[in-house]
């Protein structure tokens, strides 16, 4: 089988890893992949984006079928662009993409199909938006419609706050044209969970629940980041919540896609609150997330060989009626991250690698070659250290561990991802 791979982050080298892993005699070709994927696939040139080059790509070398990463070449119409030309493809189309490109039309959706989630008001005049957040009173939410890479929403604790946020998306245009319109959002409180879901357009396959910190410092202080680290599974997640999150969030979700005329077929990703009144909807991604693939696809069995689960959506066929996903040991993924992220990076810095061991996975993200072939830091987080244990306790020590032991100058990380499991399971709440 051979696969095109699109993207080159730590995701995507997560994802050759595992289809790797399943099937060694697999051909993949990554477009552009990094120095990591380079180790297990053919890397080629070209941006995630370039959809001409993708296409030509992918009949060149004759690919079985493609799988999409990031959310750009999605929210450009690469699906669209490959199923008009007949080729297999994982991933929804442009218009099923919207469900997180435009935060405005999957708030609205919800609301309209009962899938539970957090009040908000969409708006698209600052003087508006400023009014919405006195509405809401404190905290409050202040979220980019559009896609921020991960950093478009700040939970604001005074109204200058919000009032400072709604200045910088929609007058300063901080996110771009992904601030153009924002959303002004009732905080909710709990535990976030991420959960994955494989999905035909009508029947979802979910894989291992993770939990993800998306701030830079530990006991989850300073900025809002892309990512800094996530582990799965999570003890919370039991298989009563899993299957209340199938029954009240994905089903009734992809039912509401389905009758807008937007059946959505790839991954759908619900990033959930875990309130007092249930799951509840923080926000929808249309791809593998990042860094939480990298924590689920070490520790997810599927019973049909992953692969295979992919290609048949991608061939637009139903998910193998069989199909089931389990869990096996622990995960988790601590991110190093450059120095000045997530505001500006610093790239060029030496890298050095410890030995591998087969209980730790080094993600690249943000690498390159040098001149020289030397590894350097090439983007603002730039490897996801992934340790593996038949125990939370064990996995954890070992990401934190080996994490400590990459060297690059200026690097940063958190060393307690994973902290509220730790204390769930030491009995302190």
């Known amino acids: ?9 730590g995701r995507e080298h997560a994802l050759a890893w595992r289809l790797a892993q399943d099937d060694p005699n697999v051909s993949i070709v990554a477009a552009p992949g990094n120095p990591g994927i380079a180790e297990l696939a053919e890397c080629v040139p070209l941006g995630a984006t370039d959809l001409d080059g993708l296409l030509r790509l992918a009949r060149d070398r004759r690919v079985d079928f493609t799988v999409v990463g990031p959310e750009a070449p999605l929210a450009a119409g690469i699906v669209d662009r490959f199923r008009e030309a007949r080729l297999p493809i994982f991933g929804p189309t442009r218009a099923a993409a919207e469900i997180e490109t435009s935060k405005s039309f999957a708030k609205t959706l919800m609301r309209n199909a009962r899938v539970p989630t957090a009040r908000a008001i969409v708006c698209t005049e600052p003087s508006r938006a400023r009014g919405a957040a006195r509405e809401f009173g404190l905290p409050v939410v202040i979220k980019a419609s559009g896609l921020a890479a991960g ?3 700040i939970v604001c604790e005074t109204i200058e706050q919000a009032d400072q946020a709604v200045h ?10 992904a601030g153009q319109e924002v959303l002004v959002e009732e905080f909710m409180t709990g535990e976030e969970l991420s959960v994955f879901a494989i999905t035909d357009g009508e029947n979802a396959l979910t894989l291992v629940p993770a939990q993800d910190h998306k701030r830079l410092l530990d006991g989850d202080r300073g900025p809002n980041t892309g990512g800094m680290g996530a582990y799965a599974p999570v003890s919370l997640a039991t298989d009563d919540l899993t299957r ?19 059946p959505f077929t790839g991954l759908l990703y619900a990033g959930l609150m875990l309130t007092d009144d249930g799951p509840r909807v923080v926000e929808f991604n249309a791809r593998f997330g990042d860094p939480e693939t990298q924590a689920v696809l070490p520790v997810a069995r599927t019973n049909v060989p992953f692969a295979e689960v992919l290609a048949a959506v991608a061939r637009g066929e139903k998910l193998p009626p069989e199909a089931t996903c389990t869990t096996a040991g622990a995960a988790v993924t601590t991110v190093l991250a450059a120095e000045g992220y997530p505001e500006k ?18 993600f690249h993200a943000g690498t390159a070659r040098d001149a020289a072939g030397g590894l350097v830091t090439a983007g603002g987080r730039v490897l996801s250290v992934t340790g593996i244990g038949s125990t939370f306790a064990a996995a954890q020590e070992r990401s934190r561990d080996a994490a400590a032991r990459v060297g690059f100058h200026g690097k940063q990380f958190r060393s307690d991802i994973g902290w509220r499991e730790a204390a769930r399971r030491a009995g302190v709440t």
């Open 151 to 153: 950093k478009g929403v």
């Open 244 to 262: 209340e999150v199938r029954d009240r969030i994905f089903k009734p979700t992809l039912a509401a896609l389905a009758a807008h005329g937007r």
């Open 345 to 362: 990076p610093r790239t060029g810095d030496v890298i050095e690698l410890p030995p591998e061991a087969g209980d730790v996975l080094f």
């Open 168 to 177: 910088d998306m929609m007058v300063g245009h901080a996110f771009g044209v």
């Open 1 to 9: 089988m051979k696969i095109l791979l699109v993207g080159g982050g």
